[in-house]
Protein backbone atom coordinates (compact mmCIF):
# COMPACT_ATOMS: atom_id res chain seq x y z
CA UNK A 1 0.00 0.00 0.00
CA UNK A 2 3.01 2.47 0.84
CA UNK A 3 3.97 1.65 -2.67
CA UNK A 4 0.94 2.64 -3.89
CA UNK A 5 1.39 6.14 -2.66
CA UNK A 6 3.78 6.73 -3.77
CA UNK A 7 5.53 6.52 -0.16
CA UNK A 8 2.87 8.73 1.41
CA UNK A 9 1.76 6.31 4.15
CA UNK A 10 2.24 7.79 7.61
CA UNK A 11 1.89 6.76 10.52
CA UNK A 12 0.13 9.29 12.94
CA UNK A 13 0.93 10.33 16.24
CA UNK A 14 -1.48 12.73 18.52
CA UNK A 15 -1.13 16.70 17.84
CA UNK A 16 0.92 16.62 21.48
CA UNK A 17 2.41 13.26 21.51
CA UNK A 18 5.76 14.72 21.65
CA UNK A 19 4.86 16.81 25.09
CA UNK A 20 4.36 13.08 27.13
CA UNK A 21 7.43 12.19 26.10
CA UNK A 22 10.05 15.51 25.80
CA UNK A 23 8.12 18.61 27.10
CA UNK A 24 11.13 20.99 26.72
CA UNK A 25 11.81 19.41 23.21
CA UNK A 26 11.36 21.55 19.67
CA UNK A 27 8.42 19.30 18.90
CA UNK A 28 6.17 19.89 21.66
CA UNK A 29 7.43 23.47 22.18
CA UNK A 30 6.81 24.05 18.88
CA UNK A 31 2.89 22.36 18.89
CA UNK A 32 2.25 24.72 22.04
CA UNK A 33 3.39 27.81 20.37
CA UNK A 34 0.79 27.10 17.62
CA UNK A 35 -1.70 25.60 19.28
CA UNK A 36 -3.98 28.26 18.61
CA UNK A 37 -2.75 28.89 14.84
CA UNK A 38 -5.67 27.36 12.38
CA UNK A 39 -3.14 26.99 9.37
CA UNK A 40 -0.70 24.87 12.31
CA UNK A 41 -3.68 22.86 13.09
CA UNK A 42 -4.17 22.16 9.67
CA UNK A 43 -0.65 20.72 8.69
CA UNK A 44 -1.00 18.44 11.13
CA UNK A 45 -2.33 14.88 10.21
CA UNK A 46 -3.80 14.74 13.99
CA UNK A 47 -5.14 18.26 14.21
CA UNK A 48 -8.28 19.44 15.07
CA UNK A 49 -10.01 22.95 14.82
CA UNK A 50 -12.07 22.10 18.01
CA UNK A 51 -10.26 20.30 20.59
CA UNK A 52 -13.34 18.25 21.04
CA UNK A 53 -16.76 18.40 22.95
CA UNK A 54 -17.73 17.23 26.32
CA UNK A 55 -19.02 14.13 26.70
CA UNK A 56 -19.50 13.81 22.72
CA UNK A 57 -15.82 13.34 21.48
CA UNK A 58 -11.87 13.79 22.09
CA UNK A 59 -9.61 13.79 18.99
CA UNK A 60 -8.21 10.72 18.50
CA UNK A 61 -5.53 10.07 15.75
CA UNK A 62 -5.42 7.73 13.40
CA UNK A 63 -2.94 5.04 12.95
CA UNK A 64 -2.07 5.55 9.79
CA UNK A 65 -2.96 8.27 7.41
CA UNK A 66 -2.46 8.72 3.57
CA UNK A 67 -1.25 12.41 2.61
CA UNK A 68 -2.81 11.65 -1.17
CA UNK A 69 -1.60 13.94 -3.94
CA UNK A 70 -3.85 12.86 -6.73
CA UNK A 71 -6.92 10.94 -7.01
CA UNK A 72 -5.03 7.57 -7.86
CA UNK A 73 -3.63 8.22 -4.39
CA UNK A 74 -7.17 7.92 -2.66
CA UNK A 75 -8.61 5.29 -4.42
CA UNK A 76 -5.39 3.30 -3.71
CA UNK A 77 -6.44 4.12 0.01
CA UNK A 78 -10.42 3.64 -0.44
CA UNK A 79 -9.66 -0.02 -1.97
CA UNK A 80 -7.20 -0.56 1.07
CA UNK A 81 -9.35 -0.13 3.34
CA UNK A 82 -12.11 -1.40 1.65
CA UNK A 83 -10.81 -5.00 0.45
CA UNK A 84 -9.16 -4.97 4.58
CA UNK A 85 -12.05 -4.09 6.12
CA UNK A 86 -10.76 -1.05 7.82
CA UNK A 87 -12.56 2.33 9.16
CA UNK A 88 -11.66 4.90 7.15
CA UNK A 89 -11.92 8.67 7.97
CA UNK A 90 -11.11 11.36 5.41
CA UNK A 91 -9.68 14.50 6.81
CA UNK A 92 -9.73 18.32 4.82
CA UNK A 93 -9.84 21.43 6.90
CA UNK A 94 -10.10 19.78 10.22
CA UNK A 95 -13.10 21.78 11.04
CA UNK A 96 -15.45 19.53 12.15
CA UNK A 97 -17.37 20.60 15.33
CA UNK A 98 -18.92 17.05 15.70
CA UNK A 99 -15.41 15.68 15.25
CA UNK A 100 -16.14 13.59 12.14
CA UNK A 101 -12.74 14.18 10.50
CA UNK A 102 -11.09 12.35 13.79
CA UNK A 103 -11.48 8.56 14.49
CA UNK A 104 -9.15 6.21 16.42
CA UNK A 105 -7.95 3.31 15.10
CA UNK A 106 -8.85 3.98 11.60
CA UNK A 107 -7.01 4.65 8.09
CA UNK A 108 -7.42 8.51 6.92
CA UNK A 109 -7.80 9.92 3.86
CA UNK A 110 -5.61 13.21 4.28
CA UNK A 111 -6.58 15.83 1.45
CA UNK A 112 -4.51 18.74 2.91
CA UNK A 113 -1.23 18.00 -0.06
CA UNK A 114 -4.01 18.48 -2.54
CA UNK A 115 -4.52 22.54 -2.65
CA UNK A 116 -4.23 23.67 -6.67
CA UNK A 117 -6.49 26.39 -7.39
CA UNK A 118 -7.57 26.91 -11.10
CA UNK A 119 -9.71 30.09 -12.19
CA UNK A 120 -11.66 29.52 -15.50
CA UNK A 121 -13.20 31.83 -18.00
CA UNK A 122 -15.77 29.22 -19.62
CA UNK A 123 -15.94 25.97 -17.64
CA UNK A 124 -18.07 23.18 -19.36
CA UNK A 125 -18.69 19.73 -17.35
CA UNK A 126 -18.48 16.66 -18.18
CA UNK A 127 -21.41 15.78 -20.77
CA UNK A 128 -23.06 19.05 -20.18
CA UNK A 129 -22.72 20.17 -23.35
CA UNK A 130 -25.14 21.96 -25.23
CA UNK A 131 -27.48 21.39 -22.10
CA UNK A 132 -25.86 23.66 -20.21
CA UNK A 133 -23.84 26.72 -20.97
CA UNK A 134 -20.14 27.13 -19.91
CA UNK A 135 -19.84 29.60 -17.14
CA UNK A 136 -16.84 31.16 -15.75
CA UNK A 137 -15.52 29.09 -12.61
CA UNK A 138 -12.96 28.15 -10.60
CA UNK A 139 -11.75 24.21 -9.55
CA UNK A 140 -10.29 24.19 -6.33
CA UNK A 141 -8.45 20.36 -4.89
CA UNK A 142 -9.97 19.00 -1.82
CA UNK A 143 -7.20 20.07 0.64
CA UNK A 144 -7.52 23.24 -0.53
CA UNK A 145 -9.01 26.43 1.94
CA UNK A 146 -11.40 29.23 1.28
CA UNK A 147 -8.54 31.62 1.64
CA UNK A 148 -6.34 30.17 -1.11
CA UNK A 149 -9.46 29.97 -3.02
CA UNK A 150 -10.54 33.89 -2.44
CA UNK A 151 -6.78 35.04 -3.02
CA UNK A 152 -6.92 33.27 -6.25
CA UNK A 153 -10.62 34.78 -7.42
CA UNK A 154 -11.04 37.94 -5.42
CA UNK A 155 -7.62 39.55 -4.67
CA UNK A 156 -5.69 37.92 -8.02
CA UNK A 157 -8.86 37.47 -10.58
CA UNK A 158 -11.08 40.25 -9.14
CA UNK A 159 -14.09 37.74 -8.98
CA UNK A 160 -16.46 36.46 -6.67
CA UNK A 161 -16.86 32.48 -5.08
CA UNK A 162 -19.46 31.53 -2.73
CA UNK A 163 -17.70 30.05 -0.07
CA UNK A 164 -17.66 30.37 3.67
CA UNK A 165 -16.81 32.55 6.14
CA UNK A 166 -14.00 31.30 8.32
CA UNK A 167 -10.63 31.33 5.76
CA UNK A 168 -9.54 28.29 7.31
CA UNK A 169 -12.61 26.16 6.66
CA UNK A 170 -11.84 22.59 3.92
CA UNK A 171 -13.64 23.50 0.55
CA UNK A 172 -14.92 20.25 0.03
CA UNK A 173 -16.19 19.63 3.98
CA UNK A 174 -18.44 23.12 3.58
CA UNK A 175 -19.50 22.32 0.37
CA UNK A 176 -20.99 19.06 1.23
CA UNK A 177 -22.43 20.55 4.54
CA UNK A 178 -24.52 23.03 1.91
CA UNK A 179 -21.69 26.04 2.92
CA UNK A 180 -22.18 30.11 3.99
CA UNK A 181 -20.46 32.40 3.72
CA UNK A 182 -20.87 36.54 4.74
CA UNK A 183 -22.21 37.25 1.63
CA UNK A 184 -24.58 34.45 1.12
CA UNK A 185 -27.90 36.49 1.57
CA UNK A 186 -26.38 37.66 -2.16
CA UNK A 187 -24.79 34.67 -3.55
CA UNK A 188 -26.84 31.73 -1.77
CA UNK A 189 -25.22 28.35 -0.83
CA UNK A 190 -21.14 27.27 -1.61
CA UNK A 191 -23.35 23.87 -2.31
CA UNK A 192 -25.78 25.75 -4.37
CA UNK A 193 -22.81 26.96 -6.88
CA UNK A 194 -21.16 23.49 -6.97
CA UNK A 195 -21.06 22.70 -11.16
CA UNK A 196 -18.52 19.67 -11.17
CA UNK A 197 -16.78 16.86 -8.26
CA UNK A 198 -14.53 14.64 -8.87
CA UNK A 199 -14.89 12.01 -6.46
CA UNK A 200 -13.23 8.27 -5.65
CA UNK A 201 -16.04 6.08 -4.18
CA UNK A 202 -16.18 3.29 -2.28
CA UNK A 203 -15.44 1.13 -5.27
CA UNK A 204 -12.70 2.86 -5.82
CA UNK A 205 -13.75 4.52 -8.81
CA UNK A 206 -12.85 7.73 -9.55
CA UNK A 207 -15.93 9.33 -10.76
CA UNK A 208 -17.02 12.70 -12.58
CA UNK A 209 -19.92 14.30 -11.26
CA UNK A 210 -22.47 17.40 -12.32
CA UNK A 211 -25.54 17.81 -13.14
CA UNK A 212 -25.11 15.61 -16.65
CA UNK A 213 -23.20 12.81 -15.50
CA UNK A 214 -24.23 11.01 -12.10
CA UNK A 215 -26.60 13.90 -10.94
CA UNK A 216 -27.78 11.81 -7.94
CA UNK A 217 -24.95 11.62 -6.53
CA UNK A 218 -24.04 15.42 -7.14
CA UNK A 219 -27.18 16.16 -5.99
CA UNK A 220 -26.41 14.54 -2.89
CA UNK A 221 -22.68 16.32 -2.30
CA UNK A 222 -24.30 19.34 -2.97
CA UNK A 223 -25.42 19.83 1.42
CA UNK A 224 -25.71 15.86 2.12
CA UNK A 225 -23.14 15.94 4.63
CA UNK A 226 -19.47 15.52 4.32
CA UNK A 227 -17.61 11.98 5.01
CA UNK A 228 -20.80 9.88 3.64
CA UNK A 229 -19.91 9.88 0.16
CA UNK A 230 -16.79 9.01 -0.99
CA UNK A 231 -13.63 11.03 -1.05
CA UNK A 232 -13.52 14.13 -3.05
CA UNK A 233 -10.71 15.66 -4.59
CA UNK A 234 -11.88 18.57 -6.82
CA UNK A 235 -14.70 20.59 -7.27
CA UNK A 236 -15.55 23.92 -9.63
CA UNK A 237 -17.40 26.47 -8.31
CA UNK A 238 -19.46 28.86 -10.10
CA UNK A 239 -17.87 32.56 -9.98
CA UNK A 240 -19.50 35.79 -10.56
CA UNK A 241 -18.96 39.48 -10.92
CA UNK A 242 -17.03 41.08 -8.18
CA UNK A 243 -19.19 43.83 -6.31
CA UNK A 244 -17.74 46.76 -6.08
CA UNK A 245 -17.43 47.00 -2.57
CA UNK A 246 -17.84 45.20 0.35
CA UNK A 247 -18.56 46.90 3.96
CA UNK A 248 -19.76 46.19 7.68
CA UNK A 249 -21.17 47.66 10.52
CA UNK A 250 -20.01 46.81 14.08
CA UNK A 251 -20.17 47.95 17.77
CA UNK A 252 -21.16 47.24 21.08
CA UNK A 253 -24.75 49.19 22.71
CA UNK A 254 -25.16 47.74 26.28
CA UNK A 255 -28.95 48.87 27.80
CA UNK A 256 -29.04 50.16 31.09
CA UNK A 257 -31.73 48.01 32.28
CA UNK A 258 -33.71 44.67 31.06
CA UNK A 259 -36.50 46.87 30.12
CA UNK A 260 -34.28 48.81 27.71
CA UNK A 261 -32.68 45.48 26.50
CA UNK A 262 -35.50 44.13 25.26
CA UNK A 263 -36.64 47.74 23.78
CA UNK A 264 -33.44 47.39 22.34
CA UNK A 265 -33.75 43.52 21.00
CA UNK A 266 -37.58 44.88 19.27
CA UNK A 267 -36.11 47.75 17.70
CA UNK A 268 -33.34 46.14 15.87
CA UNK A 269 -35.47 43.52 14.35
CA UNK A 270 -37.92 45.99 13.14
CA UNK A 271 -34.95 47.90 11.46
CA UNK A 272 -33.60 44.22 10.52
CA UNK A 273 -36.64 43.62 8.57
CA UNK A 274 -36.88 47.07 6.82
CA UNK A 275 -33.51 47.93 6.00
CA UNK A 276 -31.30 44.53 6.22
CA UNK A 277 -33.52 42.23 5.38
CA UNK A 278 -32.22 42.21 1.36
CA UNK A 279 -29.35 40.64 -0.28
CA UNK A 280 -27.05 43.03 0.60
CA UNK A 281 -26.48 42.20 4.32
CA UNK A 282 -25.15 39.35 5.74
CA UNK A 283 -23.41 38.04 9.10
CA UNK A 284 -24.49 38.44 12.35
CA UNK A 285 -25.53 40.38 16.14
CA UNK A 286 -24.99 38.81 19.35
CA UNK A 287 -27.82 39.32 21.84
CA UNK A 288 -25.90 38.50 24.86
CA UNK A 289 -26.88 38.38 29.01
CA UNK A 290 -25.33 40.71 30.04
CA UNK A 291 -27.55 42.91 28.09
CA UNK A 292 -25.27 44.24 25.35
CA UNK A 293 -26.45 43.88 21.25
CA UNK A 294 -23.05 42.82 19.58
CA UNK A 295 -23.13 44.09 16.34
CA UNK A 296 -21.00 42.34 13.30
CA UNK A 297 -22.53 42.46 10.40
CA UNK A 298 -21.34 42.85 6.66
CA UNK A 299 -22.30 43.78 3.18
CA UNK A 300 -21.84 44.03 -0.28
CA UNK A 301 -22.72 46.19 -3.45
CA UNK A 302 -23.28 49.17 -0.83
CA UNK A 303 -20.72 52.12 -1.00
CA UNK A 304 -19.41 53.90 2.00
CA UNK A 305 -22.06 56.48 2.02
CA UNK A 306 -24.96 54.20 1.41
CA UNK A 307 -23.91 51.97 4.39
CA UNK A 308 -23.68 55.19 6.69
CA UNK A 309 -27.18 56.17 4.71
CA UNK A 310 -29.04 52.39 5.84
CA UNK A 311 -27.69 52.63 9.74
CA UNK A 312 -28.25 56.44 10.13
CA UNK A 313 -31.76 55.81 11.53
CA UNK A 314 -30.66 53.20 13.98
CA UNK A 315 -27.42 54.65 15.32
CA UNK A 316 -29.45 57.77 15.53
CA UNK A 317 -32.13 56.36 17.98
CA UNK A 318 -29.25 54.10 19.98
CA UNK A 319 -27.33 57.29 21.28
CA UNK A 320 -30.26 59.56 21.51
CA UNK A 321 -31.31 57.54 24.63
CA UNK A 322 -29.89 57.49 27.99
CA UNK A 323 -31.00 54.53 28.22
CA UNK A 324 -27.98 53.27 25.68
CA UNK A 325 -24.10 52.86 26.43
CA UNK A 326 -22.07 52.77 23.01
CA UNK A 327 -19.08 54.10 21.89
CA UNK A 328 -17.57 52.44 18.58
CA UNK A 329 -20.21 52.15 16.57
CA UNK A 330 -18.84 52.35 12.54
CA UNK A 331 -20.05 51.45 9.80
CA UNK A 332 -18.34 51.56 6.03
CA UNK A 333 -17.21 50.12 2.88
CA UNK A 334 -14.01 48.89 0.82
CA UNK A 335 -13.03 47.73 -2.62
CA UNK A 336 -14.18 44.55 -2.78
CA UNK A 337 -11.21 42.77 -4.05
CA UNK A 338 -9.59 43.86 -0.84
CA UNK A 339 -11.33 41.94 1.43
CA UNK A 340 -9.48 38.89 1.24
CA UNK A 341 -6.03 40.56 0.35
CA UNK A 342 -4.41 40.23 4.29
CA UNK A 343 -1.35 42.12 3.35
CA UNK A 344 -3.17 45.20 1.99
CA UNK A 345 -4.92 45.14 5.36
CA UNK A 346 -2.17 44.72 7.21
CA UNK A 347 -0.95 47.58 5.65
CA UNK A 348 -3.78 49.75 6.26
CA UNK A 349 -3.14 49.11 9.97
CA UNK A 350 -6.32 46.76 10.13
CA UNK A 351 -5.72 44.20 12.81
CA UNK A 352 -9.11 42.13 11.08
CA UNK A 353 -6.89 39.49 10.07
CA UNK A 354 -4.08 37.58 11.96
CA UNK A 355 -1.64 36.28 9.12
CA UNK A 356 0.54 33.06 9.62
CA UNK A 357 2.98 33.88 11.62
CA UNK A 358 5.63 30.53 10.18
CA UNK A 359 8.10 31.61 7.82
CA UNK A 360 7.81 30.64 4.65
CA UNK A 361 4.36 30.28 4.24
CA UNK A 362 2.11 32.00 1.93
CA UNK A 363 1.05 35.95 2.49
CA UNK A 364 -2.44 34.95 1.88
CA UNK A 365 -2.53 32.74 4.76
CA UNK A 366 -4.28 34.58 7.44
CA UNK A 367 -7.46 34.52 9.44
CA UNK A 368 -10.33 36.32 10.90
CA UNK A 369 -9.23 37.99 14.36
CA UNK A 370 -13.12 36.96 15.23
CA UNK A 371 -12.64 33.60 14.29
CA UNK A 372 -9.60 33.48 17.02
CA UNK A 373 -11.96 32.15 19.82
CA UNK A 374 -13.05 29.17 18.32
CA UNK A 375 -9.23 27.49 17.75
CA UNK A 376 -8.47 24.51 19.83
CA UNK A 377 -11.72 25.45 21.97
CA UNK A 378 -12.98 23.07 23.61
CA UNK A 379 -17.03 22.83 24.17
CA UNK A 380 -19.43 22.59 26.15
CA UNK A 381 -22.78 22.75 24.29
CA UNK A 382 -23.58 23.67 20.88
CA UNK A 383 -26.47 24.00 19.22
CA UNK A 384 -28.77 25.60 15.74
CA UNK A 385 -31.71 26.48 14.66
CA UNK A 386 -33.37 27.95 11.89
CA UNK A 387 -35.93 31.43 12.38
CA UNK A 388 -38.57 31.15 9.69
CA UNK A 389 -38.73 34.59 8.08
CA UNK A 390 -42.71 34.91 8.97
CA UNK A 391 -40.97 35.47 12.44
CA UNK A 392 -40.33 39.25 11.12
CA UNK A 393 -43.96 40.20 10.45
CA UNK A 394 -44.97 42.84 12.05
CA UNK A 395 -47.46 40.87 14.06
CA UNK A 396 -44.80 38.76 15.11
CA UNK A 397 -41.83 40.68 15.87
CA UNK A 398 -42.87 41.48 19.52
CA UNK A 399 -43.12 37.52 19.97
CA UNK A 400 -39.63 36.67 18.28
CA UNK A 401 -37.86 39.75 20.65
CA UNK A 402 -39.53 38.30 23.53
CA UNK A 403 -38.02 35.06 22.40
CA UNK A 404 -34.80 35.78 21.81
CA UNK A 405 -34.67 38.13 25.14
CA UNK A 406 -35.87 35.13 27.20
CA UNK A 407 -33.11 33.26 25.50
CA UNK A 408 -30.56 35.71 26.15
CA UNK A 409 -31.31 35.27 30.11
CA UNK A 410 -29.43 31.63 29.49
CA UNK A 411 -26.41 32.25 27.40
CA UNK A 412 -25.73 34.36 24.25
CA UNK A 413 -27.84 34.35 21.71
CA UNK A 414 -26.06 34.32 17.28
CA UNK A 415 -28.05 35.20 15.10
CA UNK A 416 -26.29 34.33 11.75
CA UNK A 417 -28.13 36.51 9.01
CA UNK A 418 -26.50 35.15 6.04
CA UNK A 419 -26.98 31.39 7.04
CA UNK A 420 -30.52 31.66 6.15
CA UNK A 421 -32.17 32.45 2.62
CA UNK A 422 -35.00 34.67 3.20
CA UNK A 423 -34.35 37.65 1.61
CA UNK A 424 -32.03 36.64 -1.20
CA UNK A 425 -32.55 36.55 -5.04
CA UNK A 426 -34.94 34.27 -6.63
CA UNK A 427 -32.11 32.52 -8.46
CA UNK A 428 -29.99 32.24 -5.46
CA UNK A 429 -32.98 30.63 -3.73
CA UNK A 430 -33.74 28.59 -6.74
CA UNK A 431 -30.06 27.32 -7.10
CA UNK A 432 -30.16 26.48 -2.85
CA UNK A 433 -33.75 24.19 -3.85
CA UNK A 434 -31.75 21.89 -6.06
CA UNK A 435 -29.25 21.03 -3.26
CA UNK A 436 -29.48 18.15 -0.49
CA UNK A 437 -29.31 21.18 2.47
CA UNK A 438 -32.81 21.24 4.94
CA UNK A 439 -35.28 22.80 2.40
CA UNK A 440 -36.31 25.09 5.72
CA UNK A 441 -33.28 27.47 5.27
CA UNK A 442 -34.89 29.07 2.01
CA UNK A 443 -37.52 30.29 4.31
CA UNK A 444 -35.49 31.33 7.20
CA UNK A 445 -33.97 34.97 8.06
CA UNK A 446 -31.52 33.30 10.31
CA UNK A 447 -29.69 30.47 11.89
CA UNK A 448 -29.18 30.84 15.54
CA UNK A 449 -26.41 29.56 17.07
CA UNK A 450 -25.95 29.01 21.08
CA UNK A 451 -22.53 27.68 21.88
CA UNK A 452 -20.08 27.53 24.54
CA UNK A 453 -16.54 26.07 25.52
CA UNK A 454 -13.54 26.94 26.92
CA UNK A 455 -10.00 25.70 27.34
CA UNK A 456 -9.47 22.05 26.40
CA UNK A 457 -9.22 19.52 29.45
CA UNK A 458 -5.41 19.24 28.80
CA UNK A 459 -2.98 17.40 32.17
CA UNK A 460 -2.17 19.86 34.42
CA UNK A 461 -4.15 22.29 33.37
CA UNK A 462 -7.22 23.11 35.59
CA UNK A 463 -10.85 21.95 34.15
CA UNK A 464 -13.86 22.57 35.99
CA UNK A 465 -16.37 19.66 34.65
CA UNK A 466 -19.32 21.08 37.31
CA UNK A 467 -18.50 24.22 34.99
CA UNK A 468 -18.69 22.80 32.10
CA UNK A 469 -21.75 21.05 32.24
CA UNK A 470 -23.44 23.74 33.58
CA UNK A 471 -22.84 25.66 30.21
CA UNK A 472 -23.95 22.85 28.38
CA UNK A 473 -27.33 23.03 30.29
CA UNK A 474 -27.46 27.16 29.33
CA UNK A 475 -27.26 26.13 26.27
CA UNK A 476 -30.21 23.51 26.30
CA UNK A 477 -32.27 26.57 28.22
CA UNK A 478 -31.69 29.12 25.81
CA UNK A 479 -32.73 26.70 22.60
CA UNK A 480 -35.88 26.10 24.70
CA UNK A 481 -37.24 29.74 24.69
CA UNK A 482 -36.65 30.03 21.13
CA UNK A 483 -38.51 26.92 20.86
CA UNK A 484 -41.34 27.91 22.13
CA UNK A 485 -41.61 30.12 18.39
CA UNK A 486 -39.85 27.55 16.56
CA UNK A 487 -41.43 23.67 17.67
CA UNK A 488 -39.80 21.98 15.38
CA UNK A 489 -36.76 23.85 14.08
CA UNK A 490 -34.25 22.95 11.06
CA UNK A 491 -30.78 22.89 12.24
CA UNK A 492 -27.26 23.04 9.71
CA UNK A 493 -25.80 19.53 9.92
CA UNK A 494 -22.20 21.63 10.06
CA UNK A 495 -23.11 23.69 13.36
CA UNK A 496 -25.51 21.57 15.23
CA UNK A 497 -25.92 19.76 18.49
CA UNK A 498 -23.88 16.74 18.35
CA UNK A 499 -27.21 15.25 20.62
CA UNK A 500 -29.76 15.83 18.33
CA UNK A 501 -31.61 12.89 18.05
CA UNK A 502 -34.15 14.11 15.19
CA UNK A 503 -30.66 14.95 12.97
CA UNK A 504 -32.23 13.76 10.13
CA UNK A 505 -35.62 15.58 9.98
CA UNK A 506 -32.99 18.18 11.48
CA UNK A 507 -30.31 18.75 9.10
CA UNK A 508 -32.12 17.67 5.45
CA UNK A 509 -36.02 17.78 6.22
CA UNK A 510 -37.66 15.97 3.21
CA UNK A 511 -34.34 15.25 1.28
CA UNK A 512 -33.35 12.50 3.78
CA UNK A 513 -35.07 9.91 2.10
CA UNK A 514 -33.34 10.26 -1.66
CA UNK A 515 -30.17 10.89 0.34
CA UNK A 516 -30.33 7.29 2.05
CA UNK A 517 -31.45 5.83 -1.32
CA UNK A 518 -28.36 7.37 -3.10
CA UNK A 519 -25.77 6.37 -0.30
CA UNK A 520 -27.31 2.65 -0.70
CA UNK A 521 -26.44 2.89 -4.45
CA UNK A 522 -23.04 4.40 -4.15
CA UNK A 523 -21.49 3.04 -1.02
CA UNK A 524 -23.96 -0.04 0.39
CA UNK A 525 -21.72 -1.85 2.22
CA UNK A 526 -21.17 1.86 4.75
CA UNK A 527 -17.26 1.93 3.58
CA UNK A 528 -18.03 5.91 4.72
CA UNK A 529 -19.68 6.55 8.40
CA UNK A 530 -19.77 9.60 10.15
CA UNK A 531 -21.72 10.88 12.90
CA UNK A 532 -25.27 11.61 12.04
CA UNK A 533 -24.12 11.16 8.79
CA UNK A 534 -26.45 9.76 5.89
CA UNK A 535 -26.87 5.85 6.49
CA UNK A 536 -24.88 6.00 9.95
CA UNK A 537 -28.03 4.89 11.89
CA UNK A 538 -26.99 1.48 10.35
CA UNK A 539 -23.69 1.66 12.33
CA UNK A 540 -22.31 1.52 16.27
CA UNK A 541 -21.70 4.97 17.26
CA UNK A 542 -17.59 4.28 16.50
CA UNK A 543 -18.71 2.92 13.26
CA UNK A 544 -17.13 -0.69 13.12
CA UNK A 545 -20.19 -2.36 13.40
CA UNK A 546 -22.80 -2.50 11.62
CA UNK A 547 -26.08 -2.83 13.80
CA UNK A 548 -28.61 -3.51 11.01
C1 LIG B 1 -14.01 27.88 13.40
C2 LIG B 1 -15.05 27.38 12.45
C3 LIG B 1 -15.69 28.28 11.61
C4 LIG B 1 -16.66 27.84 10.71
N1 LIG B 1 -17.24 28.75 9.88
C5 LIG B 1 -18.17 28.35 9.00
C6 LIG B 1 -18.76 29.28 8.11
O1 LIG B 1 -18.41 30.45 8.07
N2 LIG B 1 -19.73 28.83 7.28
C7 LIG B 1 -20.12 27.54 7.26
O2 LIG B 1 -21.00 27.21 6.48
N3 LIG B 1 -19.57 26.63 8.08
C8 LIG B 1 -18.60 27.01 8.95
N4 LIG B 1 -18.03 26.09 9.77
C9 LIG B 1 -18.44 24.68 9.66
C10 LIG B 1 -17.63 24.02 8.53
O3 LIG B 1 -18.11 24.45 7.29
C11 LIG B 1 -17.79 22.50 8.55
O4 LIG B 1 -17.37 22.01 9.78
C12 LIG B 1 -17.01 21.84 7.41
O5 LIG B 1 -17.49 20.55 7.25
C13 LIG B 1 -15.53 21.81 7.68
O6 LIG B 1 -14.82 21.29 6.61
P1 LIG B 1 -13.28 20.97 6.79
O7 LIG B 1 -12.77 20.31 5.56
O8 LIG B 1 -12.56 22.15 7.28
O9 LIG B 1 -13.31 19.97 8.02
P2 LIG B 1 -13.02 18.41 8.19
O10 LIG B 1 -13.19 18.20 9.65
O11 LIG B 1 -11.74 18.02 7.58
O12 LIG B 1 -14.20 17.75 7.39
C14 LIG B 1 -15.53 17.93 7.75
C15 LIG B 1 -16.33 16.74 7.24
O13 LIG B 1 -16.22 16.69 5.82
C16 LIG B 1 -15.58 15.48 5.43
N5 LIG B 1 -14.63 15.80 4.37
C17 LIG B 1 -13.63 16.69 4.38
N6 LIG B 1 -12.98 16.66 3.20
C18 LIG B 1 -13.59 15.74 2.45
C19 LIG B 1 -13.38 15.24 1.14
N7 LIG B 1 -12.39 15.69 0.37
N8 LIG B 1 -14.20 14.28 0.67
C20 LIG B 1 -15.20 13.79 1.43
N9 LIG B 1 -15.44 14.21 2.69
C21 LIG B 1 -14.64 15.18 3.19
C22 LIG B 1 -14.89 14.93 6.66
O14 LIG B 1 -14.82 13.52 6.62
C23 LIG B 1 -15.79 15.42 7.76
O15 LIG B 1 -16.87 14.53 7.93
C24 LIG B 1 -17.04 26.48 10.67
C25 LIG B 1 -16.40 25.57 11.52
C26 LIG B 1 -15.41 26.02 12.40
C27 LIG B 1 -14.73 25.04 13.32
Redesign the pocket.
Known sequence: MKQAVGGNLIQVRPLFAACATEPKGAECLDALKNARNPFFLGDQPAGT??SGWLDAWTPASSAYAVAARNASDVSAAVNFAREYNLRL?????????QG??SAPDSLMVW?RAMSAVTVHDAFLGTGCRGKIPPSAAVTVE?GSMWIDAYDAVTTKAGRYVQG???AT??V???V??G???SMSKGFGTAAAGLLEAEIVTADGVVRTVNACTNSDLFWALKGGG??SW???TKLTLRTHELPEFFGYAGGTIKAESDAAFRQLIARFMSFYHDKLFNPNWGESVKIKPENALELSMVCQGLDNQQVADVWRPFFDWVKSSSDYNTSDLEAGSIHARAWWDAEARKKRGSDAMIGDPRPGVPVSHAWWSG?QD?VSAYLHGYESLWLPAALLRQAEQAHLASALFAASRWWEVQLHFNKGLAGAPAEAIAAAHDTATNPVVLEAFALAIIANGGPPPRPGQPFDAGVAHEHARAVDGAAAELRKIVPHPGSYV??SNYFNDTWQQAFWGNNYRKLLAVKTKYDPDGLFF?HHGVGSEAWSSDGFTRLV
Open positions: QVVVKGGGHSYTSTAGGCVGAGLQSGFGGGGVVDQSEV
